[in-house]
């Protein structure tokens, strides 16, 4: 499959999952958006699906440009896939509180947000160290600036009620925080697709990469 029928499918299928999710929360109520409903779940297979894609980019890299980055990465998004299912953040800052003796304010409400925050801090960090290793996809590179832009916007949107109290009224800011709210899931599933379509180019560059190298030593 090529990359641009890849991107219709997979923006297509985000979005009948998040208009799905919409819909059953305005007709039953039920939140698909929390955490455990199946919401959590299709993020929990997209960022499962972007580990193999990037464990067979590892694996063709291998016989003509092995780089640890691919195993780093990898790594990465199973720790994400976990994460997801077993709310690894969330139970990191609930220990925060209990261990400090924090009293959960708005302020420190948001450390699980910073967690989120610094998982991506991290995933650029690991791309500019070995910037010289993936450099050469150039046409990957438009997915993974719009997939760490939608990353931050999520992290930035939630949880910021008491702010918004400050701007208008308590009627009007619980309002927007709902909506707010309702975003940071949807922001999620389609960050993470542009990352899955950023990786499939990369392997789909590394593949044709090692059938003309196969080509080229039968000449």
């Given at each position: ?10 923006l ?37 699906a ?5 464990l ?14 691919w195993?780093?990465i ?20 609930f ?13 420190t409400?948001?450390?699980?947000d ?39 916007g999520m ?28 975003a940071?899931?949807?922001l ?8 899955i379509?950023?990786f499939y180019?990369i392997?789909?560059t ?10 080229t030593k039968?000449?």
């Amino acid at each position: 499959m090529n990359a641009r029928k890849l991107l219709f499918l997979v923006l297509i299928l985000n979005s009948v999952v998040v208009i799905a999710a919409l819909e059953i929360n305005r007709r039953s109520g039920v939140n698909h958006f929390d955490e455990g409903k199946f919401v959590t779940i299709y993020s929990f297979l997209q960022l499962l699906a972007t580990f193999g894609i990037v464990l067979l980019i590892n694996w063709y890299s291998r016989w003509k440009n092995p780089s640890l980055i691919w195993k780093i990465i990898a790594i990465g998004f199973i720790f994400l896939a976990a994460d997801e299912v077993f709310t690894i953040h969330e139970n990191i800052d609930f220990l925060i509180h209990r261990v400090f003796g924090i009293e959960e304010t708005a302020v420190t409400d948001r450390i699980d947000d910073i967690l989120v925050g610094l998982y991506g801090l991290l995933g650029i960090g690991v791309l500019f160290v070995y910037r010289n290793e993936w450099k050469i996809y150039r046409e990957a590179f438009p997915f993974f600036i719009f997939g760490f832009a939608l990353l931050f916007g999520m992290v930035i949107i939630t949880n910021r009620h008491d702010i918004l109290y400050l701007i208008w009224d308590h009627h009007s800011a619980s309002t927007i925080q709902s909506y707010l709210s309702l975003a940071e899931e949807p922001l999620k599933v389609f960050s993470e697709a542009f990352f899955i379509l950023g990786f499939y180019i990369i392997l789909q560059t590394v593949k044709a990469g090692k059938k003309e190298s196969a080509v080229t030593k039968a000449g």
